[in-house]
Nanobody, 121 residues
Framework: QVQLVESGGGLVQPGGSLRLSCAAA????????MGWYRQAPGKERELVAT???????NYADSVKGRFAISRDNAKNTVFLQMNLLKPEDTAIYYC???????????????WGKGTLVTVSS
């Protein structure tokens, strides 16, 4: 019912930047919080950043000051600007959205399929 499609991943050198995008499509009545999570090889998925509908943000300590999350509510899209990237930022980045597909449904967490970010020289 709700699909999340991430884009913008790729290979970047240490110190470089990338901008991830995630667009929600399908049957959507409303979207609440949106966020980015990541999973590195051999590690559990972890929170990177979240943003509420009114723009309040929350970041993992490891990315504070380097990453910035934003959203375009009119386009049901969330972004993650990643600067000063480090090799330890290498991971698959997943988008998550709490969305209601219908007016009479509760909020459901939807996940994208992920986009790979590789930081390497």
């Amino acid at each position: 019912q709700v699909q999340l499609v991430e884009s913008g991943g790729g290979l970047v050198q240490p110190g470089g930047s990338l901008r991830l995008s995630c667009a929600a499509a399908g049957r959507i009545f409303s979207i609440n919080d949106m966020g980015w999570y990541r999973q590195a090889p051999g590690k559990e998925r972890e929170l990177v950043a979240t943003i509420t509908t009114d723009g309040r943000t929350n970041y993992a300590d490891s990315v504070k000051g380097r990453f910035a999350i934003s959203r375009d509510n009119a386009k049901n899209t969330v972004f993650l600007q990643m600067n000063l990237l480090k090799p330890e930022d290498t991971a698959i980045y997943y988008c998550k959205a709490a969305a209601r597909p219908r007016i009479n449904s509760g909020f459901i967490d939807y996940w994208g399929k992920g986009t790979l970010v590789t930081v390497s020289s």
